[in-house]
């Protein structure tokens, strides 16, 4: 009887223990880039607001959890919405003023940082257009209390993209693939970090800022949720054309340096073909049928000086952004904060 209470004793000690193990619902810094987002926000934050509060009373996150929008530098009145929805809710919503348009990126940077430095648990990032399922964030806290300290959000379906932004997104990660950037397939920036992910970040000081590419760089232990990505409710992409070529651009260049190797291999395979044609001239020199000329010297001139002109556009490329990278300028500034 004696042997048995005292095999008992340990499992019982042990309950204490396992109370203190239960963990503190973590302190959510939800962060929302927005620019040029005045219709959007009131469609938005009602959706963010039940859900925060629906994650408070499921206690998957702490009181204390905050919206933080990040303005990024708008020209319209998305400041005013901002403010307005603070003097309603000042504990929770927060925001930062960016000085100017920095882009999406660097926006979302600023966002992360100041959630760190104001003490969150964790952050997550979503688009102020609610494109990515708000519901998905229970199972990236879900994926946060296993252990996980990034979560990826993966869209599971792209049927409500644009044929042209499908085909153009598939043709970029097979790019990437090849280019051996490790990016995740179907992840936009909704994701989720713990602190410790995000001190690691703040130690990445590029300019040139591509967030997909760098957070899986920076290892941990990571999870992944699917979502179904809706569409965008008002207003319109802010990434046109434009912006999403020189995106896909940043997006190789920043991570690898395999475009300067194909540069190489076609410039040496100019040049074998100047050097057959050269003995090709030769042999029709020796042989009488030198008149035969024209065209092939055409050909390659043209041949030749397009390579050329390529491999310096390639160059150019890495040389503008190592000139970027060493002028080590702040990312964004910070004009206001609420
Ligand atoms: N955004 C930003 N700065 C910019 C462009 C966009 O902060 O210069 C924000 C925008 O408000 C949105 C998110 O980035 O919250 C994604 O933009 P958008 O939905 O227009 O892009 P898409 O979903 O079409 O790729
Ligand atoms: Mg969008």
Redesign the pocket.
């Known amino acids: 009887n004696g042997t048995r209470v005292r095999h008992a004793d340990p499992t019982h000690s042990r309950i204490p223990d396992e109370v203190s193990q239960v963990r503190k619902p973590p302190v959510l810094f939800l962060v ?6 005045q219709e ?1 926000l009131p469609i938005t934050t009602p959706i963010l607001e039940r859900k925060m509060g629906s994650l408070i009373d499921a206690k998957m996150i702490s009181q204390s959890s905050r919206i933080l929008f ?1 303005d ?1 530098g708008s020209q319209d009145h998305t400041w005013q919405v901002i403010e307005g929805l603070h003097r309603d809710n000042p504990i929770l919503f927060h925001a930062i003023r960016l000085a100017h ?4 990126q660097n ?2 940077l600023a966002g992360l940082m100041t959630a760190l430095e104001q003490g969150c648990d964790v952050a997550a990032s979503m ?3 609610l ?1 990515d399922d708000v519901d998905a964030l229970d199972r990236m806290l879900d994926e946060h209390a296993k252990g996980a300290q990034i979560v990826y959000g993966v869209r599971s379906s792209r049927d409500k993209d644009t044929w042209f932004k499908r085909t153009t997104a598939e043709a970029f990660y097979s790019v990437q693939a090849w280019m051996g950037a490790e990016t995740i397939r179907d992840h ?1 920036d909704y994701r989720l970090m713990d602190r410790q992910a995000l001190e690691a970040l703040s130690q990445y000081h590029e300019v040139n800022l591509f967030l997909r590419g760098i957070v899986p760089d920076l290892g941990f232990t990571t999870a992944v949720v699917e979502y179904k990505r809706g569409e ?1 409710a008002a207003g ?4 046109p054309l434009k ?1 999403m070529i020189s995106f896909a651009i940043q997006g190789i260049t920043s991570f690898s340096a395999k475009p300067l190797k194909f540069v190489t291999g076609a410039g040496l395979l100019s040049t074998l073909t100047g050097i057959v044609m050269l003995v090709y001239t030769l042999i029709s020199l020796f042989t009488g049928n030198s008149t035969a000329g024209w065209a092939s010297i055409m050909c390659s001139l043209w041949l030749i000086g397009g390579m050329l002109m390529l491999s310096l556009g390639v160059l150019g490329e890495y040389i503008g952004k190592i000139y970027l990278e060493t002028k080590h300028r702040p990312r964004y500034n910070i004009q206001q904060r609420l």
């Open positions: 929302i880039p927005c620019y040029r987002e959007q990040v990024d348009n920095r882009g999406h926006a979302l688009d102020a257009d494109q936009a965008r319109e992409s802010k990434y912006k």
